[in-house]
């Protein structure tokens, strides 16, 4: 609905063509090709010149006509899996460091939610802020320390039950599971929620209440 009417505007030329954001791949078509809606949340298409393959299409803010994954202008990085997150950008304010963890900042958010509502608010704080992703040991104990409560973390097994991926599309590598988990319990446990007293994992029903931190990548 969105597209087709950012689309139609664009045709009959009522806005300037600025940014238009995907969020799944059949949003993104051009002169009949079928491109990708990469986690930048702007359309690529198909591009041998670019080492990637793909290259983000006229209307993508500041990724206009760059090749996906080309870090050659320092404002664009790779982490977690090969997956894009740009770099560069700064952080908002509320973000701070944490002990231990020199490279990205972060921000509690107090309020209990859903895990999809603390993705998608995490989401808003900027193109390069995500639902946190522990990475490792230290990584997960400084996050709790921030939270001092049990947190959704930005990890799912909704696409395909068992396989767990970061919010980021890359499978995940660090799953300190509590005992017995993941159980898949009550109907169906598809989001991960990292339990502040033991630093452990439980997979838990996406609409149960949680609160949640946020990482960026300055
Ligand atoms: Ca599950
Ligand atoms: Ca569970």
């Not at 996906?68 to 560069?88: M, N, R, W, Y």
């Not at 639902?131 to 947190?151: F, H, K, M």
């Not at 033991?198 to 990548?217: L, M, T």
């Amino acid at each position: 609905m969105r597209a087709a009417l950012i689309t139609a505007m664009l045709a009959s030329g009522c806005i300037k063509a600025a940014a238009f954001e995907c969020t799944s791949d059949p949003q993104c078509t051009r002169a009949g090709m079928q491109g990708s809606c990469e986690q930048v949340g702007f359309c690529s298409f198909p591009d041998a010149t670019c080492a990637s393959g793909r290259r983000f299409g006229d209307v993508s803010g500041s990724y206009t006509q760059q090749c996906v994954g080309d870090a050659s202008d320092g404002t664009h990085g790779f982490i977690d899996g090969g997956l894009e997150v740009p770099e560069g950008l700064g952080c908002p304010f509320g973000y701070a460091s944490l002990s231990g963890l020199p490279d990205h900042v972060y921000r509690r958010i107090g309020t209990t939610s859903s895990w999809q509502s603390q993705a998608s608010a995490c989401q808003a704080d900027g193109p390069n802020v995500y639902l946190a992703v522990p990475d490792n040991a230290t990584e997960l104990a400084g996050i709790l320390a921030l939270a001092s409560s049990n947190i959704w973390v930005g990890l799912d097994d909704l696409a395909t039950e068992n396989s767990f991926l970061t919010v980021l599309g890359s499978a995940a590598t660090f799953l300190p599971w509590a005992a017995g988990q993941p159980d898949d319990s009550n109907g169906g446990s598809d989001c991960v929620m990292a339990l502040s007293e033991s630093a452990s994992y439980d997979d838990k029903r996406c609409n149960n209440g949680a609160i949640a931190v946020c990482e960026c990548v300055p």
